[in-house]
């Protein structure tokens, strides 16, 4: 499996799939885990083995290893995966306990012709890799050079101009859309549901409109999917409504105060709301 490559386009990086990291991160995997050739493989299945025979381009997918190989919940490894299907990069065949993915155009990664020229192009590469090195540290002796011929004023201004890019730059926040935020977030057991997705949906809406909205959203909503008093789906969009319509800052129980506590005050991530 650590031997050999396969082939990647820069005209990937304009796709659907580029812009979720997590979600390149398995559609690479896919293509660098996929058979190279037919062959057998061992699954295992309750407390035993099963051998099943994979072809060129599949590969096997269990939502769990996966969740545990890339230290993610399986839902949110599950939701892309289907996606990857949606989309037409795979195609998904399950069975009891694993699935088998396809590769889509698995030619284009890897063509029956890459295992034969790799090494006659090795010594090549590793020779274009070689004077690309010696290129790249000449270059930077060059540049360390310029630097310490700078003057210390300069090289002032230039911290000075950075840091005010810093300041003016935008919030990590204002880049997120509400399906790259809703798809990084954990939900608990039997809340991934769309009327769930809506409410969120509409609640970060309605944060954005008030000038509120969240500096690190994902972490914000997964501790107020947790709250005490969010019991189920049910009462969490009820919750979400009711501060919607009367305007308040967050969700929370208005009308038996927290003990030990002289308010009514419920504190979510950095904010303390009424």
């Known amino acids: 499996m650590d031997d050999g490559w396969v082939r990647l386009y820069r005209k990937s990086m304009k796709s659907q799939v580029y812009q979720d990291n997590l979600t390149w991160k398995l559609w690479s995997e896919c293509i660098m885990r996929a058979a190279f050739t037919d062959r057998f493989v061992s699954v295992r299945v309750g407390r035993g083995m099963k051998t099943i025979a994979i072809k060129r381009g599949q590969l096997i997918y269990s939502r769990n290893q996966w969740a545990k190989r890339f230290a993610q919940c399986a839902s949110s490894i599950d939701r892309r995966i289907k996606l990857l299907e949606k989309w037409g990069n795979v195609t998904l065949e399950p069975g009891n306990q694993y699935t088998v993915v396809t590769v889509c155009e698995y030619e284009t990664y890897n063509p029956p012709t890459v295992a034969s020229e790799q090494p ?155």
């Open 120 to 274: 006659s192009e090795q010594p090549s590469e590793q020779q274009t890799n070689s004077k690309r090195t010696a290129n790249e540290q000449q270059v930077n002796r060059q540049t360390e050079r310029k630097e310490r011929k700078e003057p210390k004023e300069r090289k002032e201004r230039s911290k000075e101009r950075k840091l005010k890019k810093v300041k003016k730059g935008k919030k990590k926040h204002e880049t997120l859309t509400t399906e790259v935020i809703l798809g990084q977030l954990a939900f608990p057991t039997g809340w991934d549901t769309p009327e769930v997705h809506a409410a969120l949906g509409q609640w970060l809406t309605y944060k954005a409109g008030r000038g509120e909205a969240y500096k690190q959203p994902v972490l914000t909503l997964g501790k107020m999917l947790r709250l005490k008093f969010m019991t189920s789906p049910a009462v969490f969009i009820e919750k979400l409504d009711e501060a919607i319509a009367k305007d308040w800052k967050g969700p929370g129980d208005y009308n038996k105060p927290t003990k030990g506590r002289t308010d009514d005050t419920v504190v979510v991530g950095d904010h303390r709301y009424r």
